[in-house]
């Protein structure tokens, strides 16, 4: 298992305004990302544990949403690892985060 990796709060803007589409319907969202080191180098291949959480801002922002950890455990707010292959990851998130407060309530 490879060290956590937390994702910017400037990507849980973006996931945020994903979610603020129809699509906080569903139960589940698909996200589709790319991780580097500090080089820009792609991460090396294998499973990772991310961290997602969504923001009302690119910066300065707070946080609407969030964690929902992709560790491999089954509560929720939690999913399967992250399989990270050439720096490029898909992960699933579920609908409510650790505290069970569901993706639609950061739609406000």
Same mark, same amino acid.
């Given at each position: 298992?490879? *060290? +956590? #990796?937390? &994702? #910017?709060? %400037?990507? !849980?803007? &973006? &996931? !945020? %305004? @994903? $979610?603020? @589409? +129809? %699509? #906080? =319907?569903?139960?589940q969202m698909n996200y589709q990302g790319r991780l580097t080191d500090s080089s820009g180098n792609a991460l090396p291949d294998g499973q990772y544990t991310l961290e997602f959480r969504l923001f009302d801002a690119a910066t300065a922002g707070n946080e609407v949403w969030g964690p929902f950890t992709l560790d491999g455990t089954t509560v929720a707010g939690h999913g399967a690892q992250a399989y990270v292959v050439n720096g490029r990851f898909n @992960?699933? =998130? !579920?609908? $409510?985060? !650790? %505290?069970? *407060?569901p993706r639609s309530a950061a739609a406000r």
């Open positions: 298992m490879k *060290t +956590p #990796t937390k &994702l #910017t709060r %400037a990507l !849980g803007f &973006l &996931l !945020g %305004a @994903a $979610v603020f @589409a +129809p %699509a #906080t =319907l569903f139960a @992960a699933i =998130l !579920g609908s $409510v985060d !650790g %505290a069970a *407060t």
